[in-house]
């Protein structure tokens, strides 16, 4: 699934590739994924010139001219992005919305287990969106500090892994970088959330910034590879420490690593350098 990194990573490539342009066509081939779409979307999106694409957590926002709209992009488990210099040979069958570009290049979105959403809102109005309303500060904002964490994880009880995929305290983190953040900062995910807040919290926060900002960096290099039109934008390979690597050797102390399951979700850790 993607996470802040990837979908971080999508944004950075559509950007020259969308900024400025108008979208002359929308092909649409059903009318839910997830949830159902919007029942206007073709029209609206039709004709409109795209704006500069930003981030919020896991989504992609796309204002739209001169509608005043914003298009709302969420992956989901599967959703990929592709980019194609004109219209691809042919759709597949998990294709479900394609735009045309005025200057002929084609942004097609796929998603075979059909978790991701489109959704179209006003520009201005993102925080009143259901699924971006109260959602927690970006981890690579000004807002996310030490002091912040230490005020929303005091009195909490969960396991500090839990609380960090909290989307309402934190935007965008997921499974794989919490996982690697937590071996960084040398924390237990086991550790109760309410019991990090000083020492730890100083160690964590940078922890968590340096892994996204590394994986960033990497899909960046990613990109500067990608010279295969159609190829999927955002999945990279990563330089995981933990994740995945049951039974392997940690980098540090060549103890082996162990799997946890914790609120029905895998993560991994080094019992002897996170404590
Ligand atoms: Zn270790």
Redesign the pocket.
Known sequence: MPELPEVETVRTALEPVLHGQQISTVRLTRQDLRWPLPRNLSAALTGQICGLPWRRGKYILLPLLPSGKTLLIHLGMSGAIRLYPRQPAHFGKHDHFSVELADGQWFVFSDPRRFGHLDLLESGKEDAHPLLSGMGVEPLSNHFSPAYLDRVLAARKQPIKTALLDQRLIAGLGNIYVSEAL?RAGISPRRQAGNIVGKRTERLVPAIRATLTEAISAGGTSLRDHVQPGGEIGYFVQNLKVYGREGA???????P?KMLRQGGRSGYY?????R
């Open positions: 071996f050797g940690c980098s540090v102390c060549d103890k690593i080094c019992p002897n350098c996170q």
